[in-house]
């Protein structure tokens, strides 16, 4: 008798905590980021470049950027000596914090604000004559940094500019171009920046197809998968989105 009370008891409990901890989950949402930036500074330095993130508010974070200090090149076939030029390109390997409305330990309020590790490379291009070559020499490897978005310093409007400061490199600033906080997860590849995956994506990058850095029609914001090459890697991710809106 005795027995089976403590066992209906310990049901009771566990149902309590099942129901509880449902419930908890139900009246959770989760929020979603996604947002487009252009980079226009490197230090005090003018820079050209692209930076780009999607993630989960206190999960998750994906982001790229690729910048350089001189508007890229574009490499004509013709005979010379060889161009060369590089860029840097950095990425998020390990989110330790994704926040949105977030006051940093100096009592600044972000928009957002994601920090943890980065990864950092210097991306090298050699074109000479109708060949080219490109090799990429790690910079910093799980170096801690972060990513702030800020309201304009002059009018106060929300998400208009950045800051990606890693250790060990000046902060790279730029501007938000698109920015979208969602309860659905925000899917990347619209490069028309419309909140659709359609055929107008598809075709923007079908243009660009096969172009490389300092080909003509490269364009950072078209390479999807950010591997230095516009192809069908980049059509496919935007392929597997198509239809969605966000
Ligand atoms: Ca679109
Ligand atoms: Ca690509």
């Known amino acids: 008798m005795r027995k089976s009370f403590v066992a209906f008891a310990a049901l009771v409990f566990a149902f309590t905590l099942v129901s509880a901890g449902m419930a908890a989950t139900m009246a959770e949402t989760a929020t979603f980021v996604g947002m487009f930036g252009k980079i226009g500074h490197y230090g005090p330095v003018p820079a050209f470049g692209f930076l780009k993130a999607f993630a989960k508010v206190d999960e998750w974070a994906r982001v790229n950027a690729a910048w350089m200090t001189a508007p890229m090149p574009i490499v004509k076939g013709s005979p010379g000596s060889p161009v060369i030029f590089s860029f840097f390109a950095a990425h998020l390997i390990n989110a330790s914090l994704v926040k949105l409305d977030y006051t940093d330990p100096l009592n600044r309020i972000h928009d957002f604000f994601v920090a943890g590790l980065w990864g950092v490379l210097n991306v090298t291009f050699v074109f000479q004559d109708s060949t080219f070559f490109w090799m990429s020499r790690p910079m910093v490897d799980r170096g801690p940094g972060v ?100």
């Open 147 to 246: 990513l702030a978005v800020d309201a304009d310093p002059v009018n106060g409007t929300p998400w208009s500019v950045f800051t990606l400061a890693i250790d060990g490199f000046l902060p790279v600033r730029g501007r938000v171009m698109f920015h979208r906080v969602k309860t659905v997860e925000i899917p990347d590849g619209d490069v028309v920046m419309d909140s659709k995956i359609d055929i107008k994506d598809l075709a923007v990058i079908a243009k660009s197809y096969g172009s490389m850095p300092g080909r003509a029609n490269y364009d950072f914001s078209l390479d999807i998968n950010f591997d230095w090459r516009v192809d069908i890697r980049d059509l496919a991710m935007v392929a597997k989105a198509f239809g969605s809106k966000y």
